[in-house]
């Protein structure tokens, strides 16, 4: 009856883009990122880290995507590339392929490109 959600978003937001916020060019972090204004460049976690992102309503992000653990409910164009986990919520949109290793999606979420399942074989998949 009861059960634990095996992929649980770690809340800690050590980064926060406000929502009129507009930033140009490639950013990587560390930790968790929450996203509500807009990214023009590739978002990346830190080399061997296992971080979160999270993107709001509001939030946009044009570019390449990499984090452990992503939560989406703003508009993404471009390859995203989650490692452990993401969760597609209902205003979520993805104009590029998506590549997962576990994927929850929420009716009304939309994705305009392919999705490919990595599984354990992240290494072998060529993004």
Do not use: W
Request: hydrophobic share 40%; aromatic share 6%.
């Amino acid at each position: 009856m009861f059960f634990k959600k095996a992929n649980k978003i770690d809340n800690r937001i050590d980064t926060l883009i406000g929502a009129d916020t507009h930033i140009e060019g490639n950013m990587q972090y560390s930790g968790g990122l929450r996203v509500d204004g807009t990214i023009k460049g590739n978002v990346m976690q830190a080399n061997g880290s296992l971080c979160t992102l999270i993107l709001s309503e509001a939030g946009r992000i044009e570019g390449e995507v990499t984090a452990a653990k992503i939560v989406i409910n703003g508009k993404i164009t471009g390859p995203v590339h989650a490692s452990e986990f993401i969760e597609l919520q209902t205003k979520a949109r993805i104009v590029g392929d998506l590549y997962y290793k576990s994927l929850e999606m929420h009716t009304g979420a939309v994705i305009e490109g392919k999705l490919v399942y990595v599984g354990d074989n992240i290494a072998e998949v060529n993004y």
